[in-house]
């Protein structure tokens, strides 16, 4: 198979030909455990929390574990509690949670910050929503709602009917009194957005320039936030959850949102999806992959070249088309709400041939759209100009700030979920994982175009499956329980390959029908995290190429 991912090493500690040693793991960390849970997707390991920093930093450089993909905190009715998701870039199947509970009167616990840069925005949100204080935090701030708002949503004694007051301050320039303030410099605080085309949704870019050069930006977010975890925590896992997941990034991803979840609740609660299922899965999310990254080319070519009248349009013409198929398999056009727990909601449209007919004409004139976009785009030179060598992420720092999908490939990271820890029906199929090496704008553009070719491989060879599949034997649901109540105190963390990078879902169970913790990995948030990353010194317009590069939706970004 042309999937198939050769590890890097064979001596890492706690592997084996089986997969992890946690008690190899435990014993690296020695004293620092002071106590072990099974987690549905890995083992937990409790430790103290004071001893964060040095647990992580161990496991980090002498146990491989390089990617933080999610902080999850959470209030019990004694204690609080951060869990620190770790897995491999290398193997993601290879996972580990690091769990640090601390006293319901002091909910104070060292910060991961020091060892994971994108750990900063994620105790930030723990702290802002649910109340758990990090020591050593290089910020540590509310970051999704205004600095003056009482209480945190999800903490158990907030009270939503407290009227908030927010009032309005100025923003002080944040290289005031630095080495840069002297007399000869020529620094200027410029607002970018967070009503702006440039700016993909309402995103504030606080940007400080020195003469021309952007010195110092920070992406301010929470303007669309919904608090989509909490609405989840008071939904049922079998019916009232999944029409959430389409509202995250709202634009284009609803069957891989959903798939998301479905993932994470149906290892929950046991339930074997059906081959057919899985097929039917796979081809509606690569064709959900293919309008997203269809709006990302033509969003971003506005954002370069300020071309409304062809290349704008040319990709939503072409973006219609895929939301024309989507729309005949769902009833929908934009939010699906098309799987369920256990499959999807029915068979594919009557009659299927012309179904399939109009999934093989799009399929047959993909590759000739696609040279013409590599002709007004990648071909032009003012592109090339704008994007060659601007917005450089190394793979050192993708990895640091927990990057994934086009912008962690964009940069040479070889990290793919579908391939790397399978799911659906991907690894029976035949495609490969697209990566580029030059980690600037122009190269998580080339990502982007080359995975419709990719996912157009995929979907061809789903489209084959589903004509010669059998009619007694095209089963689209398991046969789930009305009423799921997956065991108390289980809890998983379980990811799927958004179009736009890792989508995760951590739940926790308490023996009723709906979670008692649901957690949003979203990957535009983790992304967004690298545009300081990369702007340092360079311009505004550059700044502009690198935010339109990430491809990131504010709706899931805040969520």
């Given amino acids: 198979m042309s999937i198939e991912k050769v590890p890097e090493t064979d001596d890492e500690i706690g592997v084996t030909d089986e997969g992890l040693d946690y008690d190899a793991l435990a014993d690296l960390l020695g004293g620092h455990v002071i106590g072990r849970e099974t987690h549905v997707n890995a083992e937990g390991f409790v430790i103290r929390p004071d001893e964060v920093q040095e647990v992580l930093s161990t496991l980090k450089t ?106 309005l301050r100025e923003n002080a320039n944040p290289l005031q009194g630095d080495h ?32 021309e050069q952007i010195a110092d930006i920070e992406p ?10 909490q609405m989840c925590q008071q939904g049922t896992y079998r019916h009232q959850i999944m029409p959430y997941p389409d509202r995250w990034d709202y634009v284009s991803a609803g069957i891989l949102n959903e798939w998301a979840y479905a993932r994470a609740a149906e290892d929950l609660a046991d339930i074997e999806v059906p081959e057919y299922a899985q097929v039917i899965r796979t081809m509606s999310a690569e064709l959900c ?26 990709a939503f013409r072409d973006r219609e088309v895929v939301q024309n198929i ?45 040279e013409e976009y590599h ?23 993708a990895k640091q700030y927990g990057a994934t999908g086009p912008v962690a490939r964009g940069s040479g990271v070889d990290y793919d979920l579908r391939r790397d820890d399978p799911y659906g029906y991907y690894d029976e199929l035949d495609w490969d994982v697209v990566t580029e090496q030059g980690g600037d704008n122009f190269s998580r553009v080339l990502v982007r175009m080359r995975e419709v070719e990719e996912s157009a491989r995929i979907i061809e060879q789903c489209v084959d499956l589903l004509e010669q599949w059998p009619e007694d034997d095209r089963e689209i649901q398991a046969n789930v329980p009305r009423t799921l109540r997956p065991d108390p105190d289980r809890e998983i963390y379980r990811a799927v390959e ?32 690298t545009l300081p990353e990369m702007s340092q010194g360079e311009y505004v317009p550059d700044m502009v190429a690198s935010l339109g590069s990430l491809d990131i939706v504010l709706g899931e970004v805040d969520r």
């Fill in 498 to 529: 958004g179009a736009k990078g890792e989508l995760g879902i951590y739940i926790r169970s308490d023996g009723t029908d709906k979670p008692a913790r649901f957690k949003i990995r979203s990957p535009c948030f983790s992304n967004l995290q």
């Fill in 326 to 370: 989507l729309e005949d398999l769902t009833g929908q056009r934009l939010m699906f709400n098309y799987l369920r727990l256990g499959g999807v909601a029915w068979d594919l449209p009557e009659p299927r041939e012309e179904f399939f007919e109009k999934t093989r004409d799009f399929l047959d004139e993909l590759p000739h759209k696609l």
């Fill in 375 to 397: 002709d007004l785009i990648t071909g032009n030179e003012i592109f090339q100009m704008r994007c060659v060598d601007t917005g450089v992420l190394t793979p050192e720092m």
């Fill in 220 to 229: 301010d977010i929470g303007y669309l936030h919904r608090c989509e975890e």
């Fill in 62 to 167: 002498e146990a491989g574990f390089d990617h933080c993909a999610c902080v999850t905190a959470q209030e019990y009715d004694d204690r609080y509690e951060s869990i620190y998701h770790l897995r491999k870039y290398d193997d993601p199947t290879q996972e580990l949670s690091v769990v640090v509970p601390t006293t319901k009167d002091d909910p104070t616990s060292e910060s991961a910050a020091r060892v994971f840069d994108t750990a900063d925005w994620h105790e930030r949100e723990a702290y802002d929503l649910v109340g758990i204080n990090y020591d050593d935090h290089p910020d540590l701030r509310r970051i999704l709602l205004p600095e003056t708002w009482q209480g945190h949503p999800l903490s158990q004694d907030y009270n939503q009917d407290q009227p908030q007051i927010v009032t």
């Fill in 180 to 211: 840069r303030s002297d007399d000869d410099s020529d620094t200027m605080f410029v607002n970018i957005g967070p009503h702006h085309p440039a700016t993909h949704g309402v995103l504030h870019v606080k940007t400080t320039l020195d003469g």
């Fill in 289 to 314: 992959r293919i309008a997203a990254h269809m709006l990302a080319l033509g969003t971003f070519a506005l954002d370069v070249f300020g071309d409304f009248t062809a290349i704008f349009q040319y």
